[in-house]
């Protein structure tokens, strides 16, 4: 199963942008990259996802290495609200079921 | 509102006991999961179920069982056999029809935090 790894930990100042790095090198062309984020105690919320292509939505933007073997998550002005544990996945479509693979994630620090 | 409900939010139980954690969605999804987090990790599959009356063995299923005999409703049940069972345990759904939004996301309950004593 094709895996990610991320730093264990991150620290942003408010109101300024942070780059969330993954790496999944073993990435397969039938995974999508999937960014969840998760507050203490609570179950994760879905942030993005993409295959190829860079995406943005309300929340956050994605971009995606040419190779696909990298991705980043960018918050583009982090809020005491987005301290928070983030997790990059990918998940297996050719697999049965869809998995998503959880590994540790990031916890983002935000220092207001 | 529609989403997914875990109860209880604690619970606690006795070495040598089953125990059954209650998930139930109304988003009319198909699928639905079991995870579970142990601190500072991340979520490991226990089971999942694409339709009723159908599910699948994840990572770690071993000491836990499951039915889903509704579409709504998903219970798992920690039974005395699972060595470590004090955890936190997430259920979550996603929709496997792709003409709806978003598709293929899962949407996650708020948890059960189990301790065995």
């Known amino acids: 199963d094709a895996k990610t790894t991320q730093p264990n930990s991150m620290e942003s100042n408010e109101e300024e942008p942070v780059h969330l790095p993954c790496n999944h090198s073993t990435i397969s062309g039938t995974d999508y990259i999937h960014w969840y984020r998760q507050l203490p105690s609570q179950g994760p919320e879905y942030v993005i996802h993409g295959l190829t292509s860079n995406v943005n939505n309300r929340m956050a933007s994605l971009a995606i290495a040419e190779d696909r073997k990298s991705s980043t998550l960018i918050l583009h002005r982090a809020t005491l609200r987005d301290a928070a544990v983030y997790y990059c996945i990918l998940r297996d479509t050719a697999a049965t079921g869809n998995q998503f693979y959880f590994g540790t994630g990031t916890s983002l620090t935000v220092i207001p | 509102d529609g989403g997914i409900t875990q109860s209880p939010k604690y619970l606690f139980r006795k070495e040598g006991q089953n125990v059954t954690l209650s998930c139930e969605q109304n988003?009319?999804?198909?699928?639905m999961y079991w995870y579970r987090q142990d601190p500072g990790q991340g979520l490991r599959l226990i089971y999942y179920s694409q339709i009723v009356n159908d599910f699948q063995k994840g990572d770690i299923a071993e000491g836990y069982s499951v039915s889903r005999e509704k579409k709504e409703s998903f219970p798992l049940t920690v039974t005395s056999a699972q060595k470590n069972p004090t955890a936190f345990y997430l259920c979550?759904?996603?929709?496997?029809?792709?003409?709806?939004?978003?598709?293929?996301?899962?949407?996650f309950g708020p948890g059960t935090r189990l301790t065995v004593l």
């Open positions: 979550a759904s996603r929709s496997t029809r792709s003409y709806t939004t978003p598709y293929n996301e899962q949407f």
């Open positions: 988003l009319n999804h198909d699928a």
